[in-house]
């Protein structure tokens, strides 16, 4: 079961304080790397994949081959959608199996910034995903994220914590405390009497998005006053820069030869933040904790009354594409029976990614609405479980 639960991941972090690593990858050298990291420190792991990096990956291959790490690894492990910039962004990760997301409208004014959380908070519920929200602003001042996060640190306050938790309903919120995306010019400056007041009015996991380049003290002390979750993408792909460019310099001219070492200097680098931050060791007391992220599969097979087969078709086109739109839904299979003598002539297999996705998915409108005109209509001969 090594993909599980993110909030009872995180929750097991900030009870025993100590921070999960989530780390943006951009492609399969990422995702080896980080996963080998894991395994090798016996760590809690979160692969994360951010729509600012989307330019630079097929977002369903690397998708597909994320969900494959997870599923072989013996570690826990949860996927993450980073900084998705809309409604659509998130439903559509969710759809591709990633089971957390953060909503990113931190750039927003605080009441935009809750009605577009919110929104993406209520739809995740259905789908028993849990969501991050972020409140303050952390800029990009170098390092690749540099264009899509421009402008200056907005520090998170107290109050204003505390309202949009109550008012968006936030599993983890990320704070503003003077981190940066990518390389910070000087020293970082970090608030930790704001962070720790934070923490202490909210009693939840907190998260720091700017990982990359602060002190082992300094994580420590973030650790200590409830960062309990630590975005980290920069270093990573600068050990792999440095690694490509070295072997560049040696003479390894081809695509597979510059590229040699990578995955390793990945996890090399990996590795270290996850001793350093304490995850490390954490793999089994944390699987005992956490409910496994099973997807369930919504099984219906039933007759029609069409005394045509090709009305039957144009209704199964209709539910596909309707169907395969709502949150929660990864993909649908619908065949007809190879037997010409079966019971049941048609079905529909639908994968949920959650039990949650049962009520939620049969309340939608446009699932009413397909059922409600076009199905049930003509399909009173059939039956319907959800199994797992
Ligand atoms: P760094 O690139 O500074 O490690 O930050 C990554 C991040 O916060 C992604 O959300």
């Not at 109550?166 to 970090?190: K, N, Q, Y």
């Not at 420590?220 to 979750?229: D, F, H, P, S, V």
């Not at 996705?357 to 609405?369: G, K, N």
């Amino acid at each position: 079961m090594p993909l599980v639960n993110l909030k009872d991941m995180l929750t097991h972090a900030y009870q025993n304080g100590y921070a999960v690593g989530a780390f943006d990858a951009v492609s399969l050298d990422f995702v080896t790397g980080i996963m080998d990291a894991a395994e090798e420190t016996r760590s809690p792991v979160i692969l994360s994949v951010a729509e600012s990096h989307f330019d630079y990956f097929d977002f369903e291959l690397l998708m597909s081959a994320m969900e494959t790490a997870a599923k072989r690894a013996t570690v826990p492990v949860a996927i993450h959608m980073d900084h998705a910039m809309s409604l659509d962004t998130a439903v559509r990760s969710i759809r591709h199996g990633c089971n957390g997301v953060m909503v990113d409208a931190s750039h927003l004014p605080l009441d935009k910034n809750i009605t577009e959380t919110l929104a993406v908070r209520e739809m995740a519920q259905g789908c028993g995903v849990p969501v991050e929200g972020e409140l303050g602003y952390v800029p990009g001042v170098e390092g690749e994220d540099a264009e899509r996060h421009p402008g200056e640190i907005s520090y998170t306050t107290v109050d204003e914590a505390k309202t949009f938790v109550e008012r968006t309903g936030v599993d983890f919120l990320a704070v503003s405390i003077g981190t940066v995306h990518g390389r910070m010019r000087g020293e970082p400056v970090l608030d930790y009497d704001r962070l720790k007041d934070i923490n202490d009015a909210l009693r939840m996991p907190l998260v720091l998005h700017g990982g990359t380049g602060l002190g082992d003290e300094q994580y420590k002390r973030l650790i200590e006053n409830g960062i309990t979750k630590i975005n980290y993408y920069t270093a990573l792909a600068e050990a792999a820069g440095a690694q490509v460019r070295e072997n560049s310099a040696t003479g390894k001219g081809n695509y597979t030869g510059q590229m040699t070492g990578a995955a390793e200097a990945i996890a090399k680098e990996a590795a270290r933040c996850m001793a350093l931050w304490g995850c490390h060791g954490r793999a089994d007391a944390v699987l005992q904790q956490c409910q496994p992220w099973t997807p369930v599969k919504h099984l219906i097979i039933y007759n029609t009354t069409n005394a045509d087969p090709a009305n039957d078709q144009t209704m199964i086109k209709e539910g596909e594409r309707v169907l395969s739109q709502i949150p929660g839904v990864m993909r649908i299979f619908t065949g007809k029976a190879v037997q010409d003598d079966a019971g049941y002539r048609y079905t529909w297999l639908v994968k949920f990614c959650h039990p949650a996705v049962i009520d939620s998915y049969r309340e939608h409108p446009d699932h009413v609405a397909f059922a409600d005109t076009h199905f049930r209509p003509i399909a009173g001969d059939r039956i319907s479980i959800d199994y797992q």
